[in-house]
């Protein structure tokens, strides 16, 4: 499943460092996006739990997240638009 969250204090390409090193320390997420400008990740997950371990973790770094948004409908038809192609 994929998600879009928008992070509070999320403003330097240190804390793009700092996120990417902790998260990529958690099984079952990949991070796809980090966008220092809007202040927000975009990561795949493979479960609740690895949800939950997301959301802990940066809050415990200090980039609580104040959004989260479902890419799941996007993947969709990214999809089917890349298989008509």
């Known amino acids: 499943m994929r998600k879009s969250a928008t992070l509070k204090n999320f403003s330097t390409s240190e804390g793009k460092q ?3 090193r902790n998260l990529s320390r958690i099984k079952d997420i990949v991070i796809l ?4 400008k809007n202040s927000t990740i975009t990561f795949l997950y493979a479960s609740k739990i690895a949800l ?9 770094l200090g980039f609580p ?3 989260l948004k479902d890419q799941n ?8 638009r890349l298989l008509k192609s």
């Open 18 to 20: 700092i996120i990417s």
């Open 33 to 36: 996006d980090m966008d220092i």
């Open 52 to 60: 939950a371990r997301v959301e802990s973790e940066l809050k415990c």
């Open 65 to 67: 997240i104040s959004s």
């Open 73 to 80: 409908k996007k993947d969709i038809s990214d999809n089917n």
